[in-house]
């Protein structure tokens, strides 16, 4: 499995942007994937979490209401709309698959594979 993101950029606060994860290798039957982020200094931290084909999610508390994860089968991809964006948003945002967190529980990066190089995303005015 491998996953390879886009979609970051510099972002006004309360700006949106959408960020894509094309996972390869996978079946989404199989796999849940995850959106994580990380900042210099601090440990990579889940935010969010799709598994397709119960059709479980997850968001951390940080983001819900204000990210909305998806899913395109056919595409194998998975995308991340982020709106409302702030400040504390500016991260490295990286996107991962998991087979263990079949139901998205946010157990976290640690049962998660493929990662992909990351997308920043900077919210500053």
């Known amino acids: 499995a491998q996953f390879e993101e886009s979609g970051g950029g510099l972002v006004q606060p309360g700006g949106s942007l959408r960020l894509s994860c094309i996972g390869s290798?996978?079946?989404?039957?199989?796999?849940?994937v995850g959106w994580f982020r990380q900042v210099p200094g601090k440990e990579r931290e889940q935010i969010s979490c799709i598994s397709p084909k119960p059709g479980d999610t997850f968001y951390r508390n940080s983001v819900r209401g204000r990210f909305t994860i998806s899913a395109d089968t056919a595409k194998n991809t998975v995308y991340l709309e982020m709106n409302n964006l702030k400040p504390d948003d500016t991260a490295d945002y990286y996107c991962?698959?998991?087979?263990?967190?079949?139901?998205?529980?946010?157990?976290?990066?640690?049962?998660?594979?493929?990662w992909g190089q990351g997308t920043q995303v900077t919210v500053s005015s």
């Open positions: 991962a698959g998991s087979r263990l967190d079949w139901h998205c529980s946010g157990y976290g990066p640690k049962i998660y594979t493929g």
């Open positions: 290798g996978i079946s989404f039957d199989d796999y849940a």
